[in-house]
């Protein structure tokens, strides 16, 4: 199986036809992919390597950054944490958090706050840099998908403006023999959308509706677009949230690390997710008829991952 590879950059004319090409991708396998996506190829790299630099500090320079009651929200999460839901063993991975740093007055006190790092050059405006970039381009493609779901393009702009969106920067270390554990267990996305940048290492699979793990090969000239479970409830399960995991390799890339970066696109925290009106009809009654806030979303999930 090969996932649907979409341009973005259209006329107007044209964003109908990637509209339509977007959004059955995301009924049919709930990921999709992107190219010609305009992202600054420069701080893509400069984070990649920062990303790098950042892991390879001893564990007690990384530990200074890690906010403990935080549920992982922001700075470091070291080894043993994140556990996908009903795995035996924690994902065998250690992770770094950035956030939103333009937060309006209302939201300030309310959201965990990035952390600084100072061993590392240039580290925290890199990664201001990229979230800007891939905030945009979230809002693009989420225009697309409004369209889709024969909304008006800009539905979700004011929706996600203030969202508790998060960069991801993730270190799986060489695959240990003595742990029992995936790099990353099967589990779905909290979140809205995720941009996946991607890499030359291998290892990401979805599972099929024949209940098939599928490899998904990936470069660093496309991103890897997936539903998360916030838009599958918005849509009433109309556009799928897949259940996904990244497999520990069994060739030479074994003996080394890999490093992703993915993007997580939130709802604005007070934001109150209902099923949307469109994606309600006499075939597909109302899955979600309770109403809730995407703030208490989160948490709930969080919870379920062993984060909070």
Known sequence: MSLPIIS??????????ISRDIGKSCERYGFFIIKDHNLKINTIENARNLSKEFFGLSLKNKMKYHQVGGAGQRGYTPFGIEKAVN????????FWHHGRSNWKKEYINTVP????VSEVEN?????NDLFKDLDFLGKKI???ISLYLNLKPDWFDKKINQGNSILRLIHYPPTDKKNDGLRAGPHEDINLITLLLGTQQEGLEILDQNNNWIPIKTNPDIIVCNVGDMLQRLTNKKL????????????ESKNYSRYSMPFFIHLNPDFFIETINSCISKNNPNNFPKGIIAD???KQRLKEIKLN
């Open 142 to 144: 989420l225009s697309y």
């Open 240 to 251: 799928v949230s897949t259940t996904h995991k990244v497999v520990n390799p069994s060739n």
């Open 123 to 127: 580290f925290d405006q890199t990664l």
């Open 8 to 17: 973005i950059n259209a006329t107007d004319r044209e964003k109908i036809e």
């Open 296 to 298: 208490d979303f989160l």
């Open 87 to 94: 795995a035996s063993s924690p994902d065998q991975k250690e």
């Open 113 to 116: 706050k990035n952390e600084s």
